[in-house]
């Protein structure tokens, strides 16, 4: 009891610096602590943290394109969020589609489930199912691996899979990996929003799960943190979607604008042409001027 109640006091107290303004000074201080701090008190501190972030928040000042959802997502959806991290989107797609909806939320990484799960209990995300698994192109384990600071501590929302190659400067471990289309196999839900952030793996998730796009056409969110005039994967996702009838948009806070060739944006929308057209008898798609 005693040491569970120095944990719980410690983490509070660790809370409160941890939240505080930080400078380039201290931030490189939380780093350094982060490297030497035992884990179990690291992950408490990161949970109380991240659920008073997302209770006391604007989202959008953390995920800009949350202020986009809100024109794609409706009351009794069906959503899913590939790579939730601690659910910043997941707390807003679980608001949106309310208590007849359904948010799927899924997360790879054990450090960052665990803190997941606690956020999405806490603050009574009722609608939302947590799957501890990565997303992928085919099913069985993968290799992640968790890239750390300079001066140590191990930054958890950029793990990613790799293939082939092994980092002696990361840690590395395995995941269990799904395809998105063997995870809805059995659904007979309409899926209409999927947003997707996998660290440079966006392409594999897509293939993974072509069915249920093809099936259903969700409107879809995707990270790319390559322009798609440039990156190789991202060029063949930028590419293959339109094959499937979607066309990339990227959102500035109001209209969302047609991607043209070189222009670049971290997240791009993917609409079929019936989101298009929704969109447009709203007004919520930019005059194409090309």
């Not at 350094?32 to 109380?48: C, D, F, G, N, Y």
């Not at 799960?117 to 968790?146: P, W």
């Not at 791009?268 to 042409?273: C, D, E, L, Q």
Request: with cysteine.
């Amino acid at each position: 009891m005693i040491a569970e109640h120095f944990l719980v006091s410690a983490s509070k107290r660790a809370v409160r610096w941890w939240t505080s303004e930080s400078s380039a000074l201290a931030l490189r201080a939380k780093q350094m602590t982060a490297a030497v701090l035992p884990e179990s008190l690291l992950i408490a501190i990161k949970k109380r943290y991240y659920t008073m972030l997302l209770r006391t928040s604007r989202l959008d000042s953390v995920e800009g394109d949350t202020d986009a959802l809100p024109h794609i997502v409706k009351r009794g959806d069906f959503v899913i969020d590939i790579g939730a991290f601690v659910g910043f989107y997941t707390k807003s797609l679980s608001s949106l589609v309310g208590p007849c909806g359904k948010v799927w939320s899924t997360e790879p990484v054990p450090q960052t489930f665990q803190i997941l799960s606690y956020t999405t209990h806490k603050l009574r995300l009722k609608n939302v199912e947590l799957f501890n698994c990565a997303i992928s192109d085919s099913e069985g384990l993968v290799t992640m691996e968790v890239p750390r600071y300079r001066g140590g501590g191990e930054t958890w929302y950029d793990a990613r899979i790799v293939r082939g190659r092994k980092s002696t400067q990361h840690t590395v471990f395995n995941a269990s990996a799904r395809t998105l289309d063997s995870l809805t196999g059995g659904v007979n839900r309409s899926v209409t929003f999927i947003k997707c952030d996998a660290e440079f793996h966006e392409l594999f998730c897509v293939r993974g799960a072509l069915k249920t796009i093809r099936r259903w056409k969700p409107a879809l969110l995707i990270e790319m943190l390559e322009s798609p005039d440039h990156g190789a994967d991202q060029r063949k996702l930028v590419e293959l979607l339109p094959d499937l009838g979607y066309m990339p948009y990227w959102f500035d806070g109001s209209p969302f604008h047609l991607r043209q060739s070189g222009q670049n944006s971290q997240n791009y929308f993917f609409f079929s042409n019936d989101h298009r057209t929704i969109l447009e008898n709203s007004h919520r798609l930019a005059a194409y001027s090309g």
